[in-house]
């Protein structure tokens, strides 16, 4: 009997002290996912940001075409209603931000596009600057959503790897979702001359 009993005890302090170090690595891993989702939002929100003073330029500098800016100004809008609990990162929640935000960087091209037939506009110096820190702010986007994919691969190998999977799956550690390429980003752009 006291054998039986050593037995259970070995195997229960050998399956705490291997849990718990899955356990800990995954939590310092899910906390590193939501401090990368944190960078994504801090870099969304710059570019909300700019976008109203970037409307505020072109429309003081030129008699614009009012339905680009209009579309500027609600893709704005809808995109900042959207946010995601750092805990709830599923392919649906993100996929609906995605394309939120997508639907801001179509505007925001649109927009930059329609400059080009502004001469004088692209002249001011305040018009350069914020077209400056707009490309700036789109480059950081793309490097926080790039570490957080990185975050999310290192996070989700963890959970899918034996005998982390069993921990996880103990504890409610569950796979999240990353960026994937906007659709239709794997065709080249035509250019015409």
């Known amino acids: 009997m006291k054998k039986i009993v050593l037995i259970v005890v070995g195997l229960f302090v050998a399956l705490t ?5 899955g356990y800990n690595t995954l939590v310092s891993l899910d906390e590193n996912v939501q401090s990368k989702w944190n960078q994504v939002e801090t870099q969304y929100q ?5 976008i109203p003073n970037l409307v505020s330029t072109v429309k003081g500098a030129a008699n614009f075409e009012k339905e680009t800016l209009t579309q500027v100004i609600e893709a704005r809008a809808k995109a900042s ?3 995601i609990d750092p805990d709830k990162l599923t ?3 993100i996929s609906k931000y995605q394309a939120a935000q997508g ?3 179509q505007a925001l091209g649109r927009l930059m596009v329609l400059t080009e037939n502004y001469p004088e506009l692209k002249a001011t110096q305040q018009f350069s600057d914020l077209s400056a820190q707009l490309e700036g702010t ?3 986007i793309a490097v926080a959503r790039k570490d957080y994919n990185e975050a ?4 989700n190998t963890k959970v899918r790897s034996f005998p982390n999977n069993l921990t996880a799956g103990l504890f409610g550690f569950s796979k999240k979702a990353g960026f994937k390429a906007d659709a239709g980003a794997q065709n080249a752009p035509k250019v015409q001359f």
């Open 17 to 21: 002290t291997f849990s718990s170090c």
């Open 103 to 105: 639907q801001v960087t």
């Open 81 to 83: 209603q959207i946010t």
């Open 138 to 140: 789109e480059n950081r």
């Open 152 to 155: 999310v691969q290192a996070y």
């Open 46 to 50: 710059r570019r909300s940001d700019l």
């Open 91 to 93: 392919e649906e929640n």
